[in-house]
C-alpha cells in the first residue's frame, strides 16, 4: 500500500513527465506551498540550476503580507517572481505546479505571474 508521501511522489512525478514533453528550451516556474508560506522558482533543467526565486518568508513581503499562506500571499509572490524573471531575461516559461491542484493559490499564483508579463 502506498503512503500519502508515496501518491504524493507520484503525482509529482505523472506532471513533471508531461512537462518534459513540451517544454524545450524554455525554463520551469516550480511551485511549493505549505501551510504557512508559498515558494516559486525558475529552474533551467539543462544545467540543474535555479535562475530566479521568490518566496512569501522574503523580508519585505513578510512586513506586508498578514499571513505567508494565503491567496493574496501567493498572488505577491506570483507578481515578484514575474517581476524578477522579466529582469533577467527570462519571458517564456512552463508551468510547473508539481503535485498540487490548479486551484486556490497555486492558481493566484500563475495569474499573478501571467500579469506580470510571464508567458505559459
Request: without cysteine.
Amino acid at each position: 500500500m502506498l503512503t500519502g508521501n508515496d501518491r504524493y511522489l507520484r503525482r509529482q512525478k505523472r506532471t513533471r513527465a508531461r512537462l518534459a514533453a513540451s517544454r524545450g528550451d524554455r525554463l520551469r516556474l516550480s511551485v511549493h506551498r505549505s501551510n504557512g508560506h508559498i515558494y516559486a522558482q525558475l529552474i533551467d533543467d539543462a544545467t540543474r540550476s535555479t535562475k530566479v526565486a521568490a518566496s512569501s518568508l522574503e523580508k519585505d513581503l513578510r512586513t506586508a503580507l498578514k499571513s505567508g499562506g494565503n491567496i493574496e500571499a501567493a498572488a505577491k509572490v506570483g507578481a515578484l517572481i514575474a517581476q524578477r524573471a522579466v529582469k533577467a531575461g527570462f519571458k517564456s516559461v512552463v508551468f510547473d505546479r508539481g503535485s498540487y491542484l490548479y486551484h486556490g493559490r497555486v492558481k493566484a499564483l500563475a495569474e499573478a505571474a501571467r500579469e506580470n508579463g510571464l508567458e505559459f
